[in-house]
T-cell receptor, first 115, second 115 residues
Framework: ETGVTQSPTHLIKTRGQQVTLRCSSQSGHNTVSWYQQALGQGPQFIFQYYREEENGRGNFPPRFSGLQFPNYSSELNVNALELDDSALYLC??????????????FGPGTRLTVL | DQQVKQNSPSLSVQEGRISILNCDYTNSMFDYFLWYKKYPAEGPTFLISISSIKDKNEDGRFTVFLNKSAKHLSLHIVPSQPGDSAVYFCAASESRGSTLGRLYFGRGTQLTVWP
């Protein structure tokens, strides 16, 4: 069973640039959630995708956008990067069935630094 | 607004003794609670969960207690081992039985187990 993988591991960008982070779900999972973890904080929910559609969004501006592909992999795109976007970005996958969502399994994260 | 709070940023315990990690929440709609463990350079790993219809759930050395009236849960680790040293996150969800699987996280507690 393949776990959740994310790429790249680390990334350095400058203010105003755009970035795309990628996530491959765990085998058998159909739902992907993205979280931002700033230094010293817990993960904060950005949004969730199910069946290629956004299914819930946290308190993040529209310049944070995402995609889910037919194979359930996902991308997180951030436009017009700001210094405060520097954080660990975590992807989590889970299985959604008739009874609701099972536990979310996290990838190792992408460390984004904005200079 | 932090809906899940872990007020102790760190805890130090001797090997073999009990570790008790605490978590408080404010949202009475939360009905499912989870603990995740996180090692450096890795994503959070699911540890144990509890539904609001229970007040205790046990899995080996790990037990989670839920006090709904006090909006408080705790994770007990007995006996503690040096390998348990990690950051522990408390998380909550308001819809285990439906399809909105957003997790709200606390800021985490760094547990250090010394020999």
């Amino acid at each position: 069973e393949t776990g959740v993988t994310q790429s790249p591991t680390h990334l350095i960008k400058t203010r105003g640039q755009q970035v795309t982070l990628r996530c491959s779900s765990q085998s058998g999972h159909n739902t992907v959630s993205w979280y931002q973890q700033a230094l010293g904080q817990g993960p904060q929910f950005i949004f969730q995708y199910y069946r290629e559609e956004e299914n819930g969004r946290g308190n993040f501006p529209p310049r944070f956008s995402g995609l889910q592909f037919p194979n359930y992999s996902s991308e997180l795109n951030v436009n017009a990067l700001e210094l405060d976007d520097s954080a660990l970005y975590l992807c989590a996958s889970s299985f959604r069935g008739l009874a609701g969502d099972d536990e979310q399994f996290f990838g190792p994260g992408t460390r984004l630094t904005v200079l | 607004d932090q809906q899940v709070k872990q007020n102790s940023p760190s805890l130090s315990v001797q090997e073999g003794r009990i570790s008790i990690l605490n978590c408080d929440y404010t949202n009475s709609m939360f009905d499912y609670f989870l603990w995740y463990k996180k090692y450096p350079a890795e994503g959070p790993t699911f540890l144990i969960s509890i539904s609001s219809i229970k007040d205790k759930n046990e899995d080996g050395r790990f037990t989670v207690f839920l006090n709904k009236s006090a909006k408080h849960l705790s994770l007990h680790i007995v006996p503690s081992q040096p390998g348990d040293s990690a950051v522990y996150f408390c998380a909550a969800s308001e819809s285990r039985g439906s399809t909105l699987g957003r997790l709200y996280f606390g800021r985490g507690t760094q547990l250090t187990v010394w020999p």
